[in-house]
């Protein structure tokens, strides 16, 4: 008998992302007991072998792991304050979108409480859970993750950050950074062009590969941040300076919103007026700092 075929889960939370991971669950053969704060969100799951509960304190006496995928984490805390001398003993994992102090919050909570707590950041949406382009990031309780990873593995490749419970919601939170401000840059380019009557398709099938190759030069720029060698040949903060001014007034001239990549302009303009138009565009990082 597999690991998975021993460990019986309970999942707190039926929102979308809840749903996608029973239903991985279920397909990997892992007996799972479901609770969701409004009821009728489990039918199909428990046509396809979920057992539902009526409560948490009820979905959590089912034993085994439990693993709670809510809101957020105020609505972590609500439903599991009231359940904490249940969950004493037992192990714990939160996939909900925590911030990192959020995620070290929990595990402080769960200690004093005799929980074993691990944290998770998904990196995946519903649809794809349990198919190859799945990734869940895990740190905290290094014993939860050796006792589970197999079940775990289930969802997406599963990966361990360390000890720290918000490690994991730290990478999470730093690539959805860079995934929202992408997806706003697309809007803002979709924007412009769209007020020249180009459709947001006839954008979108030219952006695709332009972001994606110039994606391409991400770990170039970390090079440079990481040796902290901002000296440049080409396309140096001036060079930059001069493209988002004009990229700005072209936004205002064609009367659409600039507050986004104005906002980024404004960062190229201060490590300018700092004397730093010399330097490689990787030195606007210094503005986050
Ligand atoms: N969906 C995604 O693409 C995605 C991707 C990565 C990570 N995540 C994370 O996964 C978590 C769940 O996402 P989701 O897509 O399942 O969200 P969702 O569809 O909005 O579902 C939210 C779930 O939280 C429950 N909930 C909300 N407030 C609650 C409270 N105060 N007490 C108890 N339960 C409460 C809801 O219960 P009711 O049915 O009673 O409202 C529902 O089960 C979030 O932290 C999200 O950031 C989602």
Do not use: C
Not at 42 to 57: H, I, R
Not at 119 to 144: F, K, N, T, W
Not at 216 to 228: C, M, T
């Amino acid at each position: 008998m597999t690991n998975t075929q021993q460990t019986a889960v309970t999942v707190l939370g039926l929102g979308d992302m809840g749903q996608a991971l029973v239903r991985a669950f279920l397909q990997g053969g892992v007996s799972t007991t479901v609770w969701n704060r409004t009821p009728g969100k489990d039918s199909e799951l428990v046509a396809a072998g979920a057992v539902s509960a009526a409560t948490p304190g009820a979905a959590v006496a089912a034993g085994g792991l439990v693993i709670a995928v809510l809101f957020d984490h105020a609505s972590v805390h609500e439903t599991l304050d009231p359940i904490a001398a249940d969950l004493a003993g037992r192990q714990l994992i939160n996939l909900t979108s925590t911030a990192p102090e959020q995620s070290r919050e929990l595990a402080r909570w769960a200690s004093e409480h005799g929980i074993e707590l691990l944290d998770g950041g998904i990196m995946a949406i519903p649809p794809m859970i349990g198919g190859p382009g799945s990734s869940i990031l895990y740190s905290g309780s290094q014993p939860v993750f050796d006792a589970h990873r197999e079940t775990l593995e289930l969802l997406g490749t599963a990966e361990y950050f360390g000890a720290d419970a918000g490690k994991a919601a730290l990478w999470d939170f730093s690539l959805l950074a860079s995934m929202y401000l992408m997806f706003g840059g697309f809007f803002q380019g979709a924007a412009l062009a769209g007020s020249a009557g180009i459709t947001a398709s006839e954008f979108a099938a030219r952006a695709v590969p332009w972001v994606t190759a110039m994606a391409q030069g991400l770990p170039a720029y970390a090079a440079a941040i990481d040796s902290g060698d901002y000296s440049a040949q080409v396309q140096h903060l001036a060079f930059q300076k001069a493209g988002l001014d004009a990229i700005v007034q072209s936004g205002r001239d064609a009367k659409i919103g600039v507050d986004l990549i104005a906002a980024f302009a404004g960062l190229v303009d201060r490590q300018v007026a700092a004397g730093h138009g010399q330097a490689a565009f990787a030195r606007v990082i210094e503005e986050f700092r």
